[in-house]
């Protein structure tokens, strides 16, 4: 039976699912179901599923991010969108990242069996297909590209990696044996700060084509700066890895020669590659080792490296030890946040700016702040801007909007990256609180008990009248409650039931036929509601009402 992971926050929606189909009939079998994308991630790397039907609007982790790591990491799950949501820019995206259907909600039952149909005839098809290629990709794959890239990725990433497996690891990428013994070494990992720019505008988004190009060049200009491998880590499109021979030299004087002209040589490469192809890149440069089984210590300082290039400094090489040298953990004051906050609530703008020029300003000017106490600074910025607008009803959507969903900041890697979120967040918030997007309460009650009377015969929720306000359904639950004295769905009962009473005063209506027109579907619920409110049954009030006129 093939697998298929439910995701939705919403458990009808995900008992919806799950009760329409007749999975067995299709070969398939509900592995799983998680409410927002992050559990989901958990469960498919856990144990993947042959099929992912998930919803797009979902806390923590939406749906886009979630089908943008599966696309990534499991590329042979087949995705199908559910959303209330008919945006083209969700349906671009997810066609992007292979989704075989977009699926609007309510679901139709049909259109869902329908596409469920279809992915399993696909997977069946897939299964014959690498039944018959299986035996001739064996024999390529052991002397291919990927192989070489696999066992090399696997040689600097895992420390514990044995002698034997790292000679083979090694002669697979022919490197001769009598470079094998201890030397001395270093680790470079390079990263392109534009690739998916580069990728986009030169490349038409094939971002396999552009790593290939990047490679290819970078393999031409680093070849002439002495012995080592250089490879692609494996998996990732972005990240080459150079295993670096330093042979132990000597100057004319005997001293040891520095790298110096090395590190310039690389340098003038790195340019001359932008010039090239379009490509920026950082290069972090771990710590020197003599023998291989040291490698992975090594890579580990040097992806660290190159992960803060933008922060340390703003040149093309970062070594290590400028990453650990800076010790001192950052701590934004209590009442620096306080302020912050107190300026977006009230619309000074412009004094918000000015606290975000000075915290830049002590960053840039330090040499001893640790990159990750910045990004941890703007995290816990983020769930204080992200309080103040939840305070003040704005729902999820809108915060996502903002950039502020629930998330941390790890993927910043400059000052230019983490300011530009900053200033985004705080502009956008003081622009919404200002702006008179988040109307005043009695307005907004207004305005809803209006929408309530025009489409009570509709399916109507909390949550999907939160969505279409752009207000938390907690708070706009306790502002109805504030403004009228009742609760939502006891004024959306009321207006329910005093249409009924309109409606009564057609003869020609049965009573069974006005339930659903006042947006009941089930008769007998009708009766139990109308009769708790009016003390008497619909028949019964028809009855006194025709007496009486």
Request: hydrophobic share 40%.
């Amino acid at each position: 039976m093939r697998k298929v992971l439910i995701v939705d926050d919403e458990e009808w929606a995900r008992i919806s699912i799950r009760e329409q189909i007749d999975w067995a009939s299709l070969g398939l079998t509900i592995a799983g179901e998680a409410r927002n994308g992050r559990a989901a991630l958990d469960l498919i790397r856990s144990d993947p599923p042959d099929i992912l039907i998930t919803d797009i609007r979902m806390p923590v982790m939406d749906g886009m991010a979630l089908l943008e790591l599966v696309h990534r990491e499991y590329p042979e799950i087949i995705s199908i969108v559910l959303s209330g949501y008919s945006e083209f820019e969700y349906a671009k995206k997810a066609i992007v990242y292979g989704v075989i259907d977009y699926i609007l909600k309510p679901i139709d039952e049909d259109q869902l069996d329908q596409t469920l149909r279809r992915a399993a005839i696909r997977l069946n098809d897939e299964d014959s297909r690498t039944d018959k290629l299986i035996r001739m990709n064996i024999q390529l794959n052991e002397s291919g590209p990927l192989t070489k890239e696999r066992a090399l990725t696997r040689l600097v990433t895992d420390p514990i990696v044995g002698i034997a497996m790292l000679r083979q690891a090694l002669r697979k990428a022919g490197y001769p044996d009598e470079r094998m013994k201890d030397s001395r070494r270093v680790v470079l990992v390079f990263e392109s700060d534009n690739f998916e720019k580069v990728a986009a505008n030169k490349y038409g988004n094939d971002v396999g084509l552009a790593s290939f190009v990047l490679l290819n060049v970078l393999e031409e200009l680093t070849q002439p700066l002495a012995d080592g491998v250089l490879f692609r880590k494996y998996g990732q499109q972005n990240e080459f890895i150079w295993l670096k021979d330093f042979p132990f030299a000597e100057d004319e004087t005997g001293k040891e020669r520095p790298f110096d002209d090395f590190y310039g040589s690389l340098e003038r490469a790195v340019a001359r590659l932008e010039e090239l192809t379009g490509f920026r890149l950082h290069v972090g440069v771990g710590g020197e080792f003599d023998s291989l089984l040291d490698a992975a210590h090594s890579y580990t300082e040097a992806s660290e490296a190159v992960r803060n290039a933008g922060v340390v400094h703003h040149g093309t090489i970062v070594h290590a030890d400028e990453v650990k040298g800076r010790n001192e953990y950052y701590v934004y004051p209590d009442n620096n946040e306080k302020a912050l906050l107190h300026y977006m609530e009230n619309g000074y703008g412009q004094q918000a700016v000015g606290m975000i020029d000075e915290l830049f300003r002590v960053w840039k000017e330090s040499e001893t702040i640790r990159p990750d106490s910045m990004r941890g600074t703007l995290d816990e910025m983020r769930v204080g801007i992200r309080k103040l607008l939840r305070k003040h009803g704005i729902a999820e959507t809108v915060l996502a909007e903002l950039g502020l969903a629930e998330k941390d900041g790890s993927e910043y890697r400059s000052f230019e990256d983490m300011r530009r979120w900053l200033e985004r967040a705080v502009d956008g918030a003081v622009a919404f609180l200002a702006s008179g997007r988040k109307v005043g309460a009695k307005k907004a009650v207004e305005e809803i008990v209006q929408y309530l009377s025009l489409h009570y015969g509709e399916e109507i929720s909390l949550h999907a009248v939160s969505e279409r306000f752009h207000l938390n359904p907690a708070y706009l639950s306790r502002l109805f409650k504030t403004e009228t004295g009742e609760t939502f769905n006891d004024r959306l009962s009321r207006i329910r039931l005093e249409a009924a009473v309109r409606l009564l005063k057609n003869e020609q209506l049965k009573v069974v036929d006005i339930a659903p027109l006042v947006g009941y579907e089930n008769p007998n619920y009708f009766l139990k509601k109308f009769k708790d409110f009016y003390g008497c049954t619909p028949s019964e009030y028809r009855k006194n009402h025709t007496h009486l006129n």
